[in-house]
């Protein structure tokens, strides 16, 4: 399609030559815009000037369109229509953009953290009379999370792998730690000595999907601790959530590497034992990411990450204090 030509005005400026036409006067058209009756009358030659086209005709009663002028007059209110309508969309679509933040998350994020920061939210907003944006949620892997960002899916995303994605902005908003965890009755839960980097990367685990950030933590790990000469096992279960893998460990269906944000429950009653592994740095960050600028954009989006930053290190300091809840609640006995 090709380009408008040099000859076509602005909107502005049909909307000063409708005024003309409905009132026929000059003076009268600038009063609706504030406007000098000379400045209209500059802004109207400058349309005829840029059109080729007489529009108006000066008479003793006034102003009056020439038959040309009639039929632009036609099509500048057909087109001054349209103008309105989608300008009115436009604001509607700015408006719902304020109140609602579409966001992917991880599933650590997503099952863990997401629920008590937005109900935090909620509550924090209440106080002060005001309306918390509307958050619509997709639980998904950091692959995934990923992709719907860079696709304009969604406004924000919240990640979990070891590395930082090319072309994204991205923030830290948490931090985390994998655990090794088996079933209270696994060998592994009564050895006497730690777990080598090599023997957990020749066991099959119950293991998370390709693209879990999970995954590719713990890959990551265990190439910094062994090299990538020795691939790790195949997994003797994949699954696509946490829970699901959670279930399989204390069903018996063998080790795996979870999040302790995951396995805090278990821990502390006993339902899953966590083996050390020394050799292993299993620590990582939790990221939000956008597309744009160094800061999201202003209004819903920017203000959810601006929370859900301030609330990350009270969310750590609550989870410990639940863990040594649940330790001091069960006072060491164990479910079996």
């Given at each position: 399609?090709?380009?408008?030509?040099?000859?076509?005005?602005?909107?502005?400026?049909?909307?000063?030559?409708?005024?003309?036409?409905?009132?026929?006067?000059?003076?009268?058209?600038?009063?609706?815009?504030?406007?000098?009756?000379?400045?209209?009358?500059a802004r109207l030659a400058s349309i005829e000037v840029q059109t080729g086209v007489t529009l108006v005709v000066r008479?003793?009663?006034?102003?009056?369109?020439?038959?040309?002028?009639?039929?632009?007059?036609?099509?500048?209110?057909?087109?001054?229509?349209?103008?309105?309508?989608?300008?009115?969309?436009?604001?509607?679509?700015?408006?719902?953009?304020?109140?609602?933040?579409?966001?992917?998350?991880?599933?650590?994020?997503?099952?863990?953290?997401?629920?008590?920061?937005?109900?935090?939210?909620?509550?924090?907003?209440?106080?002060?009379?005001?309306?918390?944006?509307?958050?619509?949620?997709?639980?998904?892997?950091?692959?995934?999370?990923?992709?719907?960002?860079?696709?304009?899916?969604?406004?924000?995303?919240?990640?979990?792998?070891?590395?930082?994605?090319?072309?994204?902005?991205?923030?830290?908003?948490?931090?985390?730690?994998?655990?090794?965890?088996?079933?209270?009755?696994?060998?592994?839960?009564?050895?006497?000595?730690?777990?080598?980097?090599?023997?957990?990367?020749?066991?099959?685990?119950?293991?998370?999907?390709?693209?879990?950030?999970?995954?590719?933590?713990?890959?990551?790990?265990?190439?910094?601790?062994?090299?990538?000469?020795?691939?790790?096992?195949?997994?003797?279960?994949?699954?696509?959530?946490?829970?699901?893998?959670?279930?399989?460990?204390?069903?018996?269906?063998?080790?795996?590497?979870?999040?302790?944000?995951a396995v805090a429950d278990d821990l502390a009653i006993g339902r899953m034992h966590e083996v050390a592994v020394p050799?292993?740095?299993?620590?990582?960050?939790?990221?939000?990411?956008?597309?744009?600028?160094?800061?999201?954009?202003?209004?819903?989006?920017?203000?959810?990450?601006?929370?859900?930053?301030?609330?990350?290190?009270?969310?750590?300091?609550?989870?410990?204090?639940?863990?040594?809840?649940?330790?001091?609640?069960?006072?060491?006995?164990?479910?079996?």
């Amino acid at each position: 399609m090709a380009p408008l030509s040099t000859h076509m005005p602005q909107l502005g400026a049909f909307e000063v030559f409708l005024a003309i036409a409905r009132t026929g006067s000059l003076g009268a058209a600038g009063r609706e815009f504030g406007l000098t009756q000379q400045a209209v009358s500059a802004r109207l030659a400058s349309i005829e000037v840029q059109t080729g086209v007489t529009l108006v005709v000066r008479t003793p009663r006034g102003s009056q369109l020439t038959p040309a002028g009639i039929v632009v007059a036609e099509w500048a209110d057909r087109l001054l229509d349209v103008a309105r309508y989608v300008d009115a969309g436009l604001a509607t679509l700015r408006s719902e953009k304020r109140k609602r933040v579409k966001v992917a998350a991880s599933l650590t994020v997503a099952e863990q953290l997401m629920p008590r920061w937005l109900v935090s939210l909620q509550v924090s907003t209440s106080r002060f009379g005001a309306t918390a944006p509307e958050v619509i949620m997709t639980a998904t892997n950091s692959d995934q999370a990923i992709a719907a960002v860079r696709g304009g899916a969604v406004d924000l995303g919240f990640i979990e792998t070891p590395y930082v994605p090319t072309g994204l902005r991205s923030r830290v908003v948490g931090r985390d730690e994998l655990v090794v965890v088996v079933p209270a009755g696994h060998k592994w839960a009564r050895r006497q000595r730690s777990l080598t980097a090599a023997e957990l990367s020749k066991t099959p685990l119950v293991s998370r999907e390709t693209g879990s950030g999970t995954r590719d933590s713990l890959a990551a790990a265990l190439s910094r601790a062994l090299g990538d000469a020795e691939p790790q096992a195949p997994p003797v279960l994949e699954l696509s959530s946490a829970a699901a893998v959670r279930a399989a460990v204390v069903a018996g269906a063998g080790p795996a590497v979870m999040s302790r944000l995951a396995v805090a429950d278990d821990l502390a009653i006993g339902r899953m034992h966590e083996v050390a592994v020394p050799e292993l740095d299993l620590r990582r960050q939790l990221r939000a990411i956008w597309v744009g600028g160094r800061l999201p954009p202003a209004g819903a989006v920017r203000d959810l990450l601006s929370y859900i930053t301030s609330r990350c290190e009270a969310d750590r300091a609550d989870v410990q204090r639940r863990y040594d809840a649940l330790v001091a609640t069960f006072d060491g006995r164990k479910v079996r």
